[in-house]
């Protein structure tokens, strides 16, 4: 392994190749006896720290951590204090929170709520992901998910074998406020000037609905082509709709109102709530925009889970596919598929598929189907 003499440590320029190189070998070098301490003692931590590289500071988390020196600790976010404008990246809280979670739980229930919940996105959302959720998991810190209830995520995490299905004291739960506004403004930025008629729409004939019907699925549900046929399958599944999940709206597009426009008729004879989205634009964003605008109360039938729409509709910032990847998971749980042939309707969950806190347990969503249950006495 190669590395690096105390006569060749001022040899690491703190230009931005240089410091990138540093992090690097720190890297390697992690656990080498005297290597950080060398590089430490030689340039100095404030200098260190003051290059604000997210890998270098890491790197040294790190090495405290995992020689236990909590004094070190403590200067090292004294100096940071100190110094100013440093963030820390939510992997160097992760390290301390593990750190800390048994010796000295109230610090790691700190930096938890200051530094982890506590810390939005542009949207004002919450940054946990699923890597997060498996890291609490694999490392046992699960007095951190009592805070967690109604979060949409799903684990793939094996280390568990207490895996149960869910019962009758799960509840069922809506999109966050602070999702649900991100999620209904950059849906609005793709509907141009339809976003009035969606929502004056909303207010006035979607009171007592609590199912979307996304018509053009249903009607290019055989062979992918509207006929006399597949216009009597979307009465079908109107009919066993009402019977069978409730008061439905129907979202259909202009076009086949205009080819078809006993459709209209129809709906209107039968007093069904229908609405029409325009030419020019997709009618996913009026199915996504109305489910985010009930904060996801509602159901949606069809047989299009809608994740690879959803994503065209997210801003440019990468950090906003954790909520977008969220919305996705309501969306899915949502979304009744349906079979024509045999003409059933997947019945709605009684329980949000999120993360439960039921007395002195917490249930976290398995991509098993099941949940993985975890006592936090």
């Known amino acids: 392994m190669d590395q690096i003499s105390n006569s060749n440590n001022n040899n690491y320029k703190l230009d931005t190749r240089g410091v990138n190189k540093l992090a690097w070998d720190l890297h390697k070098n992690l656990m ?39 004094q070190m600790i403590n200067h090292l976010e004294s100096k940071i204090i100190a110094i100013g404008n440093i963030r820390l990246m939510k992997r160097d809280y992760m390290c301390l929170i593990k750190y800390f979670y048994i010796q000295d739980y109230s610090r790691a229930q700190m930096y938890w709520v200051t530094n982890i919940l506590g810390v939005k996105s542009k949207a004002n959302i919450s940054i946990l992901q699923l890597k997060d959720i498996n890291f609490i ?3 046992k810190l699960y007095k951190l998910l009592e805070y967690l209830s109604g979060l949409f995520i799903v684990s793939d995490y094996t280390g568990l074998s207490c895996l149960i299905t869910p019962n009758a004291q799960f509840k069922k739960f809506t999109i966050k406020s602070e999702l649900q506004t991100y999620l209904i403004t950059q849906l609005e930025n793709h509907m141009g000037n339809y976003v009035k008629v969606a929502t004056n729409f909303y207010h006035s004939q979607m009171k007592n609905q609590t199912v ?74 009026f199915i996504m925009w109305f489910f985010a605008k009930s904060a996801g109360a509602l159901n949606i039938l069809s047989n299009d889970k809608y994740r690879d729409h959803i994503y065209n509709y997210q801003s440019s910032a990468k950090s906003d596919d954790f909520f977008i990847s969220e919305f996705a998971n309501i969306l899915t749980e949502q979304t009744l598929s349906y079979q024509l042939s045999s003409l059933v309707i997947q019945q709605a969950l009684p329980y949000s598929f999120c993360i439960q806190v039921v007395d002195s347990h917490v249930y976290v969503p398995h991509i098993s189907g099941k949940f993985i249950q975890i006592s936090i006495e």
């Open 212 to 285: 979307i019907i996304d018509a053009g699925n249903v009607l290019h549900g055989r062979n992918g082509k509207v006929t006399h046929e597949s216009i009597q399958d979307l009465f079908n599944i109107i009919d066993l709709t009402q019977k069978t999940v409730g008061e439905p709206i129907i979202v259909i597009h202009k076009r086949h109102g205009k080819s078809y426009p006993e459709l209209i008729d129809m709906f209107v004879k039968l007093n069904i709530k229908y609405f029409q989205t325009p030419y020019n634009f997709n009618d996913d964003i």
């Open 32 to 70: 080498e006896p005297g290597f950080v301490d060398n590089i430490i003692e030689t340039i100095g931590l404030d200098l260190l720290l003051k290059t604000r590289n997210s890998g270098l500071i890491s790197n040294i988390i790190n090495y405290f951590v995992e020689t236990a020196n909590t």
């Open 137 to 139: 998991l694999e490392n």
